[in-house]
């Protein structure tokens, strides 16, 4: 039998004295795809949080590709291709399928007038990637709720590229010099660029895709922006932190938005840095994330 791609045996982990896992086993094989099921507060986000370093286990152990480990960092977790993502739609439902995949493309030219023989080009080649089917003049606010999940991805796949290093060798021969913007944090910058450091995998990315934008997250160091010979650095919040799970997909849904919208780049960091610092200082995950309201008008807006 193949050597396991993942295998987490025995695991336990409680909170305040209740158990959310006890003595729970799962084997991957490689090409294998599982689905977890179970009702509310059964364990299921518990054990991919422990899987994905964002907990850690009370006893058992897991193996990553035959290589046992006891305690597991975010880090070792990506650099053993272990990634957790979270999906969030954020489409504009007043607008047709059309519309929304091409809305990036159009905004990112800095395009004063609509081609539509041009947007649906777009949106047809969007689709295309991942064999969707839909009708493009169709608002999306009529579609389901699994179709707005589907123009979400499509439109995730054509011009942002996420979390690179993630998807192990692979995502090497992607394309990434055709994409509008590259979001990476250390890890992920440092295995495509093969440098090491902050400025020097920013560099680096800028010298290898020199027609995209890079974004370099440092967790509390903030953020490096780069855009041929533009730079900037965006310095993070000073917060006391309570949990961190939703800090990382808040930044990126905030600055997405703010990108979407047509708002200046430092604007944009400033938008996202501090709802990714409001959302810190929470417990849970969805629950943390802030309202748009709220992070306009946070005093944080002002120390960053």
Not at 225 to 240: D, H, I, L, M, N
Request: aromatic share 8%.
């Amino acid at each position: 039998m193949a050597q396991s791609l993942l295998k987490a045996v025995d695991i336990c982990k409680s909170f305040a004295g209740v158990h959310a896992l006890k003595n729970v086993s799962l084997e991957l094989q490689p090409g294998e795809i599982h689905c977890l099921a179970g009702e509310n507060g059964c364990g299921k986000s518990t054990l991919i949080k422990i899987i994905s370093g964002v907990y850690q286990m009370d006893s058992g152990y897991i193996e990553f590709n035959g290589k046992r480990l006891t305690k597991i960092t975010p880090v070792e977790a990506i650099n053993n291709g272990i990634q957790v993502i979270y999906q969030d739609f954020a489409v504009f439902p007043n607008l047709t399928v059309m519309e929304n995949l091409a809305l990036n493309s159009e905004l990112a030219a800095k395009r004063k007038f609509v081609n539509w023989k041009r947007m649906r080009q777009i949106a047809e080649e969007a689709v295309a990637k991942i064999n969707f089917h839909v009708d493009l003049d169709a608002r999306v606010g009529s579609l389901s709720v699994a179709e707005k999940q589907m123009v979400a991805i499509s439109r995730a796949l054509m011009k942002i590229a996420f979390n690179a290093a993630s998807f192990d060798e692979r995502i090497k021969s992607y394309p990434l010099e055709k994409v509008d913007w590259l979001i990476v944090n250390e890890v992920e910058g440092g295995a495509l660029s093969g440098a090491e450091g902050y400025d020097e995998i920013a560099e680096a990315l800028i010298a290898k895709y020199p027609r995209t934008n890079v974004m370099l997250t440092m967790g509390k160091s903030g953020c490096i922006y780069r855009s041929g010979t533009e730079k900037f650095v965006s310095k993070a919040c000073r917060v006391q932190a309570v949990d961190s799970t939703a800090a990382g997909d808040t930044f990126i849904g905030y600055f997405v938005r703010g990108i979407v919208s047509g708002l200046p780049v430092p604007d944009t960091l400033r938008l996202a840095t501090v709802a990714s610092g409001i959302s810190v200082t929470r417990p849970g995950a969805a629950d943390s994330v802030p309202s748009y309201a709220e992070v306009v008008a946070s005093p944080l807006m002002k120390t960053v």
